[in-house]
């Protein structure tokens, strides 16, 4: 099973376009996923003083969140859409991470950080920007490998090995032909391990 994780709050984003094409390409090949869509779902991405109240316990009463912890323990797979704003990922997806993760779903530090999430074997992050690729890496300090990946996915427990990152850069003033056939070539670069 996967799990989409869906981070853009416009309907009519090239983002959007990416869900919907790797959502037909699943379902036309009979694949089973789920989609969490942050911003369609309304989530509240604060954290706020109740919910630091029993949050080092890894308890929520956010039924939203406990929805989402259902949807990831059961699957396998996660692939992540999100633009890179200000050379990081959205604050809703922050948020995500800093309400959804919680002690004893996502990792355990009993005695040092364990990871809990190993049962995800492979991870897909589909990210747009206004620069490239190369540009995020060299120029920005890479934040979506070196600490996106490399940094919170390993520490909940997922191997950086299975994680492939695909990356549209220059979304804002590259041509129609280039997006459509990035959208077209969405299937055949998810499937690329």
Not at 62 to 69: A, F, G, L, P, S
Not at 83 to 92: E, F, K, Y
Not at 118 to 124: E, H, L, P, Q
Not at 136 to 148: A, H, M, R, S, Y
Request: contains cysteine.
């Amino acid at each position: 099973m996967k799990t989409i994780i869906y981070a853009h709050p416009y309907v009519g984003s090239f983002n959007h376009e990416i869900l919907n094409r790797l959502s037909n390409y699943f379902s036309m090949h009979d694949e089973e996923f789920e989609i969490i869509d942050l911003y369609g779902d309304d989530f509240d991405p604060l954290l706020r003083g109740e919910n630091l109240a029993t949050y080092s316990e890894g308890k929520t009463d956010d039924e939203k969140v406990k929805r989402y912890q259902r949807k990831i323990a059961g699957s396998n797979e996660l692939v992540f859409i999100f633009p890179i704003w200000w050379q990081s990922v959205p604050a809703m997806l922050k948020g995500f991470l800093d309400k959804t993760m919680l002690k004893g779903f996502a990792y355990n530090e009993d005695n040092g950080w364990e990871g809990l999430l190993t049962y995800i074997k492979k991870v897909t992050v589909i990210t747009t920007s206004t620069v490239t690729k190369s540009y995020l890496q060299t120029e920005c300090g890479d934040p979506i490998q070196k600490v996106f990946i490399n940094r919170t996915l390993v520490d909940l427990g997922i191997d950086a090995k299975n994680v492939n990152w695909i990356h549209f850069g220059e979304a804002n003033t590259t041509t129609d032909e280039k997006r459509g056939k990035f959208l077209d070539d969405i299937p055949m670069l998810y499937k690329q391990e």
